[in-house]
């Protein structure tokens, strides 16, 4: 037989499985024996990726992507998006509670990871206070997709850390065949008393008419924590509040939301034209403050279609949302600071015809919003928000290569209104540039090597521009700097990827440099107006940044008859400092690894997940160091046919050994950590 250990095959094999290689058995009790089966071949579905206009496969794009659906995103929903994706490699949570959480992807958060709803702007304030909430109910998604690193080329320069596109069947655009579908979830769980019902239904009738339907509601109660709310560190350095220590409950991080949607498509041959208006409304605890609720209120319209087939063109689409979005934070039910934020989002696309080898999309974009402080706690003027660009990304195949590259223009005008609290009128004008160019090269069939560059130029925000004023969320006076220019980074990406065998999955690594990144950072020099209020400084300063990773994961098919037995790794570290002074950046996660057992027989499924969590001693300054901690966490599904529907009822365990978890890159990590060991039920049933 030929020697195949010096192949590049063979290379690429080892590089995956040495993290899986001592935690794999089944391979050894498979060589063990008299006779060893045939190896099966498994190879990773196709994944049509919609945040790509070429809709290329996952495993076929230069940017490291990873997608949630179906069965594996239900059992990763979690009342808030960012913890909903906390899990995957690389992603972690900006944690403000258990009802406030946005991804934080690679380090980066806030404005600089673009939200989705079906493609297009969500429209909230989430981006602009680690308090407030994504507008996006996890329950009523039917898929995530999530692209890690700069995206500025498809989806704008406030896209430098990531996107997460979260898609919906709202807007149909295929004819459904059966006429009749939907599905009703309902689910409870004991640390929060969460109570939650979810239904939806999609009509398909004759001629092309599509129909859905959807509502939800959810509530739940203050959650159960394993101990004291306080960390450790921080009760031996002050007093706890009133003199009592707060322990066994989360104070005020109880929520109650509703909503729903109604939406409407005409589908032919040639493409779909439809439409669909939604609603969302929250009242939930923000835990900083033991008696301040947010009550937050967002109505959206939106409309998308496309015409395949017109001329030069295979396709040209568009989507747009408007949305109209506002929260008031209440203290003792007494209306105080408001938050207003209302505009739109237009995105139009046209993929040309190929010309020799290569296919490509060319675009426009526009986001104009207002967003609108109020009250004794605003610390933001009014702002008119324009954004104006021209994207084009191509595509070329060729022979074991798939090249991709694309560019985006960009205008960006930044206006504030004249305010005693703020300061005069002003107006900021940007022009940006951003570029990226990658490969994927498919050296085997089973192995692809994918090497992608970005350059990427952000105009600085409304808020890194104009804040002044006391921030509670931060607990601290916020202060901006109205002469900031663009924020430019250069990045790189490279990973080996695995789609078929026993062993699929990826490892890669990161870097990215910022040479003027903006970051909010302590300002010792700061004296609070207010004496009784006396709040600390923090201020918004250009720093030369690094950014740099590993990530990976991996699955192993251990058995595969008459059962399936899968073993699951993953782990990601992420390293940021300021490169003129060599101090970590603030908030930025630890090192994590682990893996879990995956059981698949007919219609039960079962898994266990451990995950092992570093402790962060690399902090900033005014950070106090986080212990490490591991969440195990098992889970059980059963399906069973029924008269007209098909259940799926399923059994969670959270946090089965009961540890004091804190999330590092949360500014309430040493006043509200993760819950105690609970358990969570429910039950699907679709039709």
């Known amino acids: 037989m030929r020697d195949r250990s010096n192949t590049p095959q063979a290379l690429a ?30 190879q990773l579905p196709p994944v049509v990726v919609t945040g790509n206009p070429l809709g290329s496969q996952l495993l076929d794009l230069a940017a490291p992507i990873s997608v949630l659906e179906g069965e594996r995103l239900r059992q990763r929903i979690a009342p808030t998006l960012g913890e909903t994706l906390s899990g995957e490699p690389g992603i972690s949570s900006s944690w403000f509670g258990p009802n406030a959480s946005r991804p934080v992807i690679r380090g980066l958060d806030g ?23 994504v507008s996006i109910e996890p329950l009523l998604v039917d898929r995530i997709e999530v692209v890690r690193g700069p995206a500025a080329i498809l989806y704008g320069t406030s896209a430098v850390g990531g996107v997460v596109n979260v898609v919906d069947n709202r807007i149909a655009t295929e004819n459904n065949p059966r006429g009749v579908t939907g599905a009703i979830d309902t689910r409870l769980g004991s640390n929060d008393r969460e109570r939650a019902l979810v239904g939806k239904v999609d009509l398909g009738l004759e001629g092309g008419l599509n129909l859905h339907f959807d ?7 203050n959650l159960r924590i394993p101990g004291f709310a306080r960390s450790a560190r921080l009760r031996a350095t002050t007093a706890p509040p009133n003199g009592i220590e707060p322990t066994g409950t989360l104070a005020n991080s109880g929520a109650r939301s509703n909503g729903g949607a109604m939406g409407a498509s005409y589908v032919w041959a040639q493409g779909y034209l439809g439409g669909s208006v939604s609603t969302l409304s929250s009242l939930y605890g923000t835990v900083q403050e033991p008696d301040v609720k947010i009550r937050l209120d967002q109505t959206r319209l939106d409309l998308a279609g496309e015409r395949r087939d017109l001329g030069v063109f295979e396709a040209v689409r568009f989507k747009f949302g408007r949305s109209s979005y506002r929260h008031a934070e209440e203290d003792a039910g007494v209306a105080g600071t408001v938050f207003r934020n209302q505009g739109h989002d237009l995105r139009v696309e046209a993929v040309h015809r190929p010309i020799g080898l290569l296919r490509g999309v060319i675009g426009f974009q526009s986001t104009q919003f207002n967003f609108e402080a109020s009250g004794d706690e605003a610390f933001l003027p009014r702002t ?3 954004t104006n660009a021209l994207f084009v990304f191509e595509e070329l195949r060729w022979a074991a290569w798939t090249f991709q590259a694309g560019g985006r223009l960009e205008q960006h005008r930044v206006a504030a209104a ?8 002003d107006r900021r004008t940007f022009s940006t540039q951003s570029g990226s160019m990658g490969a994927v090269y498919a050296f085997s069939r089973e192995y692809a090597l994918a090497l992608n560059f970005s350059h990427t130029e952000r105009a600085p925000n409304y808020q890194e521009l104009f804040a002044n004023g006391p921030h509670i969320a931060t607990n601290a006076f916020e202060i901006g700097n109205r002469g900031f220019g663009t924020e430019k980074s250069n990045a790189v990406d490279l990973s080996l990827r695995k789609r078929e065998g026993r062993l699929t999955g990826s490892v890669g690594v990161f870097l990215n440099r910022f040479s003027d990144f903006i970051a909010l950072v302590p300002d010792a020099t700061f004296v609070d107006p207010d004496p009784v209020r006396n709040l600390p400084g923090l201020r918004y300063t250009a720093v030369p940044a690094r950014f ?10 251990l058995v595969d008859r008459p059962y399936r037995l899968a073993l699951e790794l993953r782990g990601d570290v992420t390293r940021a400092e300021n490169t ?11 090192a994590r690894f682990g893996g879990g057992l995956v059981f698949e027989q007919a219609a039960l499924t079962a898994r266990i997940d451990a995950l092992r969590v570093q402790g962060q001693d690399r902090v900033a300054a005014g950070e106090l160091p986080t212990d490490g901690y591991t969440m195990v966490n098992a889970s059980v599904g059963y399906r069973v046919r029924v008269p007209f529907a098909d259940l799926n ?4 365990g959270v946090n089965l050994l009961n540890q004091e978890a804190r999330n590092h890159v949360s500014f309430l990590k040493d006043i509200a950590p993760y819950g105690r060991r609970g358990v969570v039920v429910g039950v699907r049933g679709s039709f």
């Open 215 to 221: 509502a939800f509601g959810r509530e739940t109660g």
């Open 649 to 652: 009822l399923f059994l969670r």
């Open 580 to 590: 003129q002074t060599g101090e970590p950046l603030p908030r930025i996660a630890p």
């Open 548 to 557: 740099k990773g590993v990530e990976a994961s991996a699955r192993v098919l």
């Open 111 to 133: 404005e600089r990871i673009r939200i989705l709803s079906n493609g297009v702007a969500n429209l909230d304030a989430s981006g602009t206070s680690v308090d407030h909430a």
């Open 418 to 425: 004249e305010d005693p609290n703020f300061g005069p009128a």
């Open 13 to 42: 094999g080892a590089l995956l499985a040495a993290a899986a290689g001592a935690c794999a058995p089944g391979f050894a009790l498979a060589q063990s024996g008299q006779a060893t089966p045939p190896r099966p071949v498994v």
């Open 384 to 386: 008119e928000n324009r």
